[in-house]
């Protein structure tokens, strides 16, 4: 079976039809269009603003699981310290309990002074539009994540993959950074079986208020 008819099949499955698929995808190209040409001054400076804040690369770029599994580099703009990973990395190996893990942490020493208020405004994520210009990401859908929790995922956790990660999502404008990575993956999940193209639009209106109050993200 080749990728395009098994991708309409797993869609089929999933209870999304073609014309709605396809109307998500002209949206997010509209969309990551018009803001990576009418932005683009906005770029230049927060790269300025990162050189002169702390040493290393203005980009971030990580390796994340993507749809059906396949890993893909994600692109933002850096807000931590050099060494982030490799220090969120221990972390994970100490926990325990995956389910009530918090990735957020309110002073972070990590975060570097311009990484605050990126995180806070979402300015970080902006690079992501040239994820959803390549096809990798869309505007709406389950946040991307690293393959040291993917491989902990049970069976049904796994259908979050089923569909393309994206800038903003569910959980994203139902608690933001607040929620433990279980109430994550029940919202990702409730989205992947109830998605649509209006809950999209809906999502997309609600971010705008989420990112405006600065709630729940550090």
Known sequence: MSERSATASESKELGYSRWQLALKRLL?????????????????????????????????????????????????FRTMIQNADALMKERLEKVSDLENFVFQEKDDPRVTRSGKFLRKTSLDELPQLLNIFIGNMSLVGPRPEVSDIVKHYTEEQRIRLDVLPGVTGWAQVNGRGELTLGETLAYDLEYVRRWSFWLDLRILWKTFSVVFSGKGAY
Request: proline fraction near 6%; include cysteine.
């Open 28 to 76: 997010d190209l509209f969309v990551a269009t018009i803001l990576i040409v009418c932005i683009s001054p906005l770029w230049l400076f927060i790269v300025l603003w990162i050189r002169l804040d702390s040493p290393g690369s203005a980009i971030f770029t990580q390796t994340r699981v993507g749809l059906r599994g396949k890993p893909y580099t994600i692109y933002k």
